[in-house]
């Protein structure tokens, strides 16, 4: 029954068209183009999008850990890729990071599938992080989201993130307007972005871990008290390993009745509700939950923004073949793989 309703639900956002014509194109960064797989890999975007489509008339749910994926890789050392590498000797990975501990295993999985259907098609010229860029665009979309262009022409980055670096870059759900401000100013991002970008909590879900300190050992004035119930029930005591839905009007649709839970203060982290009670954000919440037009056209316009953060492009950085490794690591595990066949067949000699 459960499936059935994702899938009826994915035919309805599916069959909504938010086709956003912006008024004005933010300025792209050197490298990045609407084109740039225009001849070497015309059927991009389309792969992207039928692959997309599969996997939420599965699980409609996957597309708030893609659109997710996409925020924390850009907001830790730039749109590069990195998050999805795999720890090395050199130490743990991205994903290593408490911060990332939550990321879905399967939004990996779909972002891989991407890849080697891309690179079957139009050989090793796409990067994963443009991939990972344009699974986000196509998960906002088929949840019910605005549809919107992403620059292209991204490369992928030799390396991950340190845990320091990456949790000195994530903002944490306990976080206050001004330390959130301070973060998105960081990024070249204005208030006006941190609140339409905020607004990806229209869909998905939240752990315990993240909110329970708003519960335990006292209970946050600014909790709506019915909500507040509600979430005792979800998360019984502060330990507790449980998740519940980030959007408790519409949990899986991309719209803008995130705006009205906060309005009603039931915002799930404290970085959601703040932003309702601080009178640098307030406004402008208002504003979304008021005219959902409004806030697809900003959500688009920040995305775009987002999603050219400190990215890698001409010869920078790489395009791998493997979004888990990169190339140059791979190559070493071939060589190695390579020296213990020949050591193993001299041992039959």
Not at 75 to 90: E, I, K, N, P, R
Not at 185 to 206: Q, R, Y
Not at 327 to 343: C, P, Y
Request: hydrophobic share 40%; charged share 20%.
């Amino acid at each position: 029954m459960i499936l059935c309703l994702f899938c009826t639900l994915w035919i309805a956002c599916a069959s909504r068209e938010n086709v956003l014509t912006l008024n004005s194109d933010p300025p792209l960064v050197n490298g990045l183009s609407w084109t740039f797989y225009k001849s070497s890999c015309p059927k991009l975007e389309s792969i992207v999008k039928q692959r997309i489509d599969f996997y939420l008339k599965q699980d409609i749910t996957q597309a708030a850990g893609l659109l997710r994926l996409h925020f924390h890789d850009c907001f830790v050392q730039g749109c590069d890729g990195s998050v999805l590498l795999d720890g090395s000797a050199s130490g743990p990975s991205e994903q290593g990071a408490p911060p990332n501990l939550s990321l879905r295993a399967k939004a990996f999985e779909i972002i891989n599938d991407i890849k080697s259907r891309v690179d079957k098609a139009c050989k090793v010229v796409v990067s994963c992080a443009d991939v990972t860029a344009l699974a986000a665009k196509e998960s906002v979309r088929a949840a019910g989201g605005p549809q919107y262009r992403v620059p292209l022409g991204r490369r992928d980055s030799l390396k991950f993130a340190t845990q320091n670096v990456t949790l000195a870059n994530l903002p944490a759900p306990s976080s206050k307007v001004t330390t959130l401000i301070k973060a998105f100013t960081a990024k070249n991002l204005n208030v006006t972005d941190l609140v339409a970008l905020s607004g990806g909590h229209t869909i998905g879900i939240g752990h315990c871990t993240s909110f329970t300190d708003r519960l335990y050992p006292t209970q946050d004035t600014t909790l709506n008290k019915s909500f507040a119930q509600r979430l005792y029930t979800a998360c019984p005591s502060k330990t507790s390993s449980n998740t519940t839905v980030l959007d408790i009007r519409t949990p899986n649709v991309f719209d803008n009745k995130y705006y009205l839970d906060l309005m009603n203060r039931q915002g799930l982290f404290t970085s959601d509700q703040d932003l309702y009670t601080d009178s640098r954000t307030k406004a402008i919440v208002n504003d979304f939950a008021l005219d959902q037009d409004l806030f697809f056209e900003k959500f688009a316009v920040a995305m775009v923004k987002m999603g050219q953060l400190n990215v890698l492009t001409g010869s920078k950085g790489e395009i791998r073949s493997n979004c888990s490794v990169s190339n140059l690591a791979s190559a070493s595990t071939v060589e190695v793989a390579a020296e213990d066949v020949i050591e193993s067949y001299a041992s039959f000699m």
